[in-house]
């Protein structure tokens, strides 16, 4: 009874967590690492265009609460996605015809695409909390839980509950639809097909009379519906914070490199060994070692290797020992 106990803590506490968060990082990662492989720059503005995607479907889905329009036990949000998505794109598409395609057309190095990209950081970032405030912003509305604590003690007769959030399901369910998507999209579809030749071979690419733009345009709409998903599955699991999703950039860039910079597999992977690395060693261990050792050496202290405050150093540490021990990461992804 007591090894169920500390079970149910661990996927309490650990297990799902690390899964819904891994799928948010996922997702997050897989824009990072499209527009690496086909424009050849790390673009550090994702953070933020994921916060303003968010932003948008956060106003949205205050108008639809506001209208009495819902959703169910859904959240209302999914209902306002679309037009987030839509906004995402729509600013995705702006920032490249005024600022990337002028760098890209003089052939200018990566390193001056990254320096740009962090200017559009400050701009979008700066744009966020000029619409929507700095505080934390709460949209979630509908059922809270799919099978709360309570009840699952109530079923199961154990100490323990099992608490699964609403939004944790959506999450992973929502992570598996459109990763499931994006590779019908890569490996099914003319355009996706020209996505990944280019990203291959820009030459040979070029010289098969693929279209550049094109390619660069399909590639924008992607990553801003992927920005757009990730951030709005987070700020209903968590909360929508402006300087949040900054902070975010590194958690996602870490997934990208340690699973492969380029490799969309690679990136899905990184996603959950950040995650998973971040949880577990965050979290306190006293109440699962409690259920599994014997009364009289219970630990006193919460035997937790580190602080909630430091996980983002977490990512990090695990991105440098990629970066010194494996440079290409887990799926040998792209090399600048």
Do not use: C
Not at 199 to 225: F, H, K, Q, Y
Request: net charge positive.
């Amino acid at each position: 009874m007591e090894f169920l106990n500390a079970l149910v803590a661990v996927s309490n506490y650990v297990l799902i967590p690390g899964i819904a968060y891994g799928s948010q990082l996922a997702l997050g990662a897989l824009g990072v690492t499209l527009v690496y492989g086909i424009l050849r720059f790390s673009n550090f503005a994702h953070g933020d265009t994921m916060a303003l995607g968010t932003m948008a479907t956060v106003l949205m889905t205050w108008l639809f609460q506001s209208m009495g329009i819902g959703f169910g036990v859904l959240p209302t949000a999914l209902l306002a996605l679309p037009f987030g998505i839509a906004f995402a794109m729509a600013l995705t598409l702006g920032t490249d015809r005024l600022v990337y395609r002028f760098y890209r057309e003089q052939k200018a190095k990566p390193v001056i695409l990254v320096i740009v990209s962090l200017g559009v950081t400050f701009i979008y970032n700066g744009i966020t909390r000029f619409i929507i405030g700095t505080d934390d912003r709460n949209f979630f509305d509908g059922e809270r839980f799919i099978i709360s604590a309570r009840d699952f003690k109530k079923m199961t007769g154990l100490d323990e509950g099992l608490a699964i959030k609403t939004t944790q399901g959506i999450t992973v369910i929502t992570a598996i639809v459109v990763v499931a998507l994006l590779f019908w999209f890569l490996n099914r579809t003319r355009s996706g097909k020209s996505m990944r030749a280019y990203s291959d071979n820009e030459d040979l690419a070029l010289l098969s009379g693929i279209n550049p733009e094109r390619v660069v345009m399909i590639t924008w709409l992607i990553v801003a519906a992927l920005a757009t998903v990730a951030g709005v599955l987070y700020g209903l699991d968590k909360t929508f914070k402006p300087f949040t999703y900054f902070q975010l950039l590194l958690p996602i860039f870490a997934a990208a490199i340690v699973g492969g910079l380029g490799n969309p597999i690679g990136a899905i992977a990184g996603g959950f060994v950040i995650a998973f690395s971040e949880v577990t060693i965050t979290y306190a261990w006293k109440k699962v070692l409690g259920y599994l050792m014997p009364e009289s050496i219970e630990p006193s202290s919460l035997v937790q290797l580190m602080s909630t405050d430091y996980k983002f150093a977490v990512s990090f540490v695990i991105l440098l020992i990629v970066l010194l021990f494996k440079p290409t990461g887990l799926f040998k992804g792209q090399t600048a």
